[in-house]
């Protein structure tokens, strides 16, 4: 059982910055790959980024596309999301979910994870 833990999330104004933080302790994270996913408040829960297992290729939703950055530290069995240009409509509960040897063709969907983690508060209002 791959345990994922977040970190980072927290409030910005409009146009600020956080970077979330996915980590695990248990096994390494170098062979998953590793999605980020929201929900916002009466919303379904959407894919917005994705690194690879293998290659590092991301991916990216349109409405995070030039200001959400994917990465991956594999030595300290870290991925990471850099938020920058942060909007009011960003403002969701952020999760990471890891695909083993992944992803799949449609990475920005759910049940291709079998791992997640618990989530983190993103608020972004002035």
């Known amino acids: 059982q791959l345990l994922l833990v977040e970190s980072g999330g927290g409030s910005a104004q409009p146009g600020g910055s956080l970077r979330l933080a996915c980590t695990t302790s248990q096994y390494t994270l170098e062979y998953y790959a590793v999605t980020w996913f929201r929900q916002a408040p009466g919303k379904e829960r959407e894919g917005i980024a994705c690194i690879s297992s293998t290659d590092g290729s991301t991916y990216y939703a349109d409405s995070v596309k030039g200001r959400f950055t994917v990465s991956r530290n594999n030595a300290q069995n870290t991925a990471y999301l850099e938020m920058n240009n942060l909007k009011p409509e960003d403002t969701a509960v952020y999760y990471c979910?890891?695909?083993?040897w992944g992803p799949g063709s449609k990475w920005y969907e759910e049940p291709g994870y079998d791992y997640w983690g618990q989530g983190t508060q993103v608020t972004v209002s002035s």
């Open positions: 979910a890891a695909d083993l």
